[in-house]
């Protein structure tokens, strides 16, 4: 079996932000192999991420993303439990990727309800419209309707968007291996997005 160092255990330590003993651990079972050590804290981390979710979170941080030529910019507030975990690398990464995100995707929120209703009515009008316009029976018209609000809702919402680095995930999904690797309950809170002259 490999030697165990405090050296291997404060690298992988760094970059998930889990326990020294959590490393410590992932390292013995994984025989010292790093990229299994990780894998191994992942899986675990993902069990114990759906126990974290409803944990305070009253620290974070407030990452700010300006894309290359200036014109395009994302603010977002992204919480955890401790102070520790916000300074962390894997912590600032997870913002980062978040920011990109949300500066590529242009969500209209993170969840359902932060749409205005008022934008959800408009595009209800425009399915009703389209569906009366191609001919659809006026009984089925409703349920056709609701699908696309559906559909509108996951491709707008942060939580419910493809991943942009990986469109097999969504940010939902992202989020919960986070936590399942940092070790603590994260929340994205809020976001603005400039765009220059919108």
Known sequence: MAEITAAMVKE????????????????????????????????????????????????GMIYSYIHAGSKLGV??????????????????EFAKNVAMHI???????????????????????????????????????DKIVEGQVQKFYKDSCLMSQSYIKDP???IAEMTTEAIGIIGENIQIKRFVRFQLGE
């Open 12 to 59: 992988l330590r760094d970059q998930t932000g889990s326990g020294m003993m959590d490393c410590k651990k992932a390292l013995a079972e994984t025989n010292g192999d790093p990229e299994k050590a990780l894998d191994f804290l992942r899986k675990k981390g993902l069990a114990k991420a759906q126990k974290r979710a409803g944990r305070a979170t009253s620290e």
């Open 75 to 92: 603010m977002v507030e992204i919480n955890c439990e401790s102070d520790f975990v916000a300074k962390s690398d894997s912590f600032q």
């Open 168 to 170: 097999k995930k969504t």
């Open 103 to 141: 500066a590529a995707s242009n969500p209209g929120g993170i969840h359902p309800e932060d749409i205005p209703e008022s934008v959800v009515n408009r595009e209800r009008e425009i399915y009703r419209a389209q569906c009366l316009e191609q001919g659809k029976p006026e009984n089925i018209v």
